[in-house]
């Protein structure tokens, strides 16, 4: 009788580090528009990198930068607003 093979699951890919930094400036960068969108900008290169990584398979996290771009670009949208604004 042939059985099929056991699972070998492994261990979790691990989070991305570029992906939470990516993140922590995005959400920096929508609560303080004081610093001139420099950490947004620094976010979406971050979170690109993140994601890139994830899909050749090196890290997990690809939620995390997905909001960590989602977060970059809202915040340099709220910037190019404020700006107009004035």
Not at 14 to 24: D, H, K, N, Q, W
Not at 58 to 86: D, K, P
């Amino acid at each position: 009788m042939n059985y099929p093979p056991p699972h070998s699951w492994g261990p979790p890919a691990r989070t991305s580090g570029l992906a939470v930094a990516a993140f922590l400036l995005g959400l920096t960068s929508l609560l303080m528009p004081c610093l001139a969108g420099l950490p947004g900008l620094v976010g979406i290169a971050l979170g690109h990198s993140a994601r890139g990584q994830i899909k050749r398979g090196h890290r997990g996290g690809n939620g995390i930068a997905v909001a960590a771009l989602i977060l970059s670009y809202m915040s340099l949208v709220w910037l190019a607003l404020v700006v107009a604004a004035q």
